[in-house]
């Protein structure tokens, strides 16, 4: 069965830090990736995805992935994070033309102004 | 604002009952799915249903069911609760159910007492 391995469940920062959340998932065909962010308070939302092509894929707020088919990851990474940026962040997997996408178990991110 | 719309936002029970989530999905999302969101379980997926038809199962009991209307609203009934079913039940839709970008409501939070 698929599964979705998040390796950090807390991380602390200070601000301008740069930031590595790991994300290893178990399917071994062709799949869609994705990293969603959970602000306090809101639902979950599309940070970035990763369909086809360039393995490097950017995201909103300055957010990036990097897809590495033979390490099955897909590690997000921002290279200065801001206050704003705490929040809950969950990798997830889908199946290509599957119809069920797993989520991680999210990675809590503060950081300190 | 996703478009998703999920009600009641809160709800508090007994153990026993049995409630009713509602959720109505973007306007033209066929696809309606239901997650489990607790403290020591992440986001678990539970259901998905494309235009009125079951898709996938996760790991959802048989004490909950849910449905898909004509009108693509979608219900996820929960009966003889337990004091573990209490969490946050989201929902989430997308326009066919086999790329994975969902987009999630705000979420039901249940409270069984």
């Known amino acids: 069965a698929q599964s979705v391995s998040q390796h950090n469940h807390h991380v602390i920062l200070s601000e301008a830090a740069s930031l590595e959340l790991g994300c290893n998932y178990s399917?071994?065909?062709?799949?869609?990736l994705f990293w969603y962010v959970q602000y306090p308070g809101q639902h979950l939302q599309l940070l970035l995805k990763?369909?086809?092509?360039?393995?490097l894929v950017k995201g909103i707020k300055g957010f990036e992935a990097e897809f590495i088919k033979s390490k099955f990851s897909f590690n997000l990474r921002k290279p200065s994070v801001q206050w704003s940026d705490t929040a809950e962040y969950f990798c997830?997997?889908?199946?290509?033309?599957?119809?069920?996408?797993?989520f991680g178990a999210g990675t809590r991110l503060f950081v300190k102004a | 604002d996703s478009g998703v719309t999920q009600t009641p936002k809160h709800l508090i029970t007994a153990t026993g009952q049995r409630v009713t989530l509602r959720c109505s999905p973007r306007?033209?999302?066929?696809?309606v799915y239901w997650y489990q969101q607790s403290l020591d379980q992440g986001l678990q997926f539970l259901i998905h249903?494309?235009?009125?038809?079951?898709?996938a199962k996760g790991n959802i009991l048989e004490r909950f069911s849910a449905q898909q209307f004509p009108d693509l609203h979608s219900e996820l009934n929960l009966s003889s609760l337990e004091l573990g079913d209490s969490a946050l039940y989201f929902c989430?839709?997308?326009?066919?159910?086999?790329?994975?970008?969902?987009?999630f409501g705000e979420g039901s939070r249940l409270t069984v007492l």
């Open positions: 306007s033209g999302d066929l696809s």
């Open positions: 997830a997997v889908n199946e290509d033309g599957g119809f069920k996408t797993i």
């Open positions: 989430a839709s997308s326009v066919s159910g086999a790329d994975g970008e969902l987009f």
């Open positions: 990763y369909f086809s092509g360039d393995p």
């Open positions: 399917y071994g065909g062709t799949v869609n």
């Open positions: 249903y494309y235009n009125g038809e079951e898709r």
